[in-house]
């Protein structure tokens, strides 16, 4: 019986383990809930003592359920703008990787074009040399 006690054991400290990293877990979402909701208070507080904010803090363009209609408006269209943006970052981005290939394809072209000039040139070079040779050859 003390294998399966042994075993009974290991199993049920995994158990353990594991219950113990999802309270963990748990722990922290409650704590971040906490805090984005004490945040909001915040903000409601000085909505109503100082009236609306002109400008957003940084990373908070969420709109949140507790935000004013005002301030939700204002969000979106400030995400609106930041993903126009980024499109047209990326669109730019993309015709840059475009034109660097095209780039990099016309230097390759004219390359090879110019390693096929040069092996035809010796070519004709090393044929005229061989014409001269039997020449010289005959006299």
Do not use: Y
Not at 51 to 61: A, I, S, T
Not at 80 to 87: L, P, R, S
Not at 100 to 119: F, L, P
């Amino acid at each position: 019986m003390g294998l399966f006690d042994k075993l009974k054991e290991r199993v049920s400290e995994k158990l353990a383990e594991q219950a113990a990293k999802q309270g963990k877990a748990a722990a922290k979402k409650s704590a971040e809930a906490a805090l984005s909701v004490a945040k909001d208070a915040g903000r409601k507080l000085e909505e109503v003592l100082f009236g609306e904010r002109d400008e957003l803090p940084p990373g908070d363009d969420a709109p949140k359920r507790t935000d004013g209609p005002a301030e939700r408006k204002r969000k979106e269209q400030a995400r609106k703008q930041k993903e126009e943006d980024m499109g047209e970052r990326l669109r730019a981005a993309d015709r840059r990787v475009k034109e660097r290939d095209a780039r990099d394809a016309e230097e390759k072209r004219v390359a090879q074009d110019r390693e096929a000039n040069r092996a035809r040139v010796e070519k004709e070079v090393d044929d005229e040399l061989a014409a001269l040779k039997k020449k010289i050859e005959k006299r």
